[in-house]
């Protein structure tokens, strides 16, 4: 079994910072360096969005609306993903997913809560 545990949300003030961690956990056998590890966000009523990508290979994605802001970085000897978020803005207020992907898996951790208000 899976498991993604997601920490680090909380109230910031706009352009301020947050780092957000994903700690990957599982019973045996799997080595989570063969998945791409992704973080999503949504806010409530509205569809699930992917914010950054850290693939196997050492490549990463951001979506438009984070790039130069955030940053997507993982521990491989740790088994931790990280997403470290500067310059926030109120329209990153959201619930962060952090996500394991090797087709055809998925793994999701329960989300952790980020709200960007002065």
């Known amino acids: 079994q899976v498991q993604l545990v997601e920490s680090g949300g909380g109230l910031v003030q706009p352009g301020g910072s947050l780092r957000l961690s994903c700690a990957a956990s599982a019973t045996s056998g799997i080595t989570f360096s063969v998945y791409t590890m992704n973080w999503y966000r949504q806010v409530p009523g509205n569809q699930r969005e992917l914010v950054a990508t850290s693939t196997t290979g050492g490549t990463t994605n951001y979506a438009d609306s984070v790039k130069g802001r955030f940053t997507i970085s993982r521990d491989y000897a740790k088994n931790m993903v990280y997403l470290q978020m500067n310059s926030l803005k109120p329209e990153d207020t959201s619930v962060y997913y952090c996500?394991?992907?090797?087709?055809?898996?998925?793994?999701w951790g329960k989300g952790t809560l980020v709200t960007v208000s002065s």
């Open positions: 996500n394991a992907h090797r087709w055809p898996l998925d793994y």
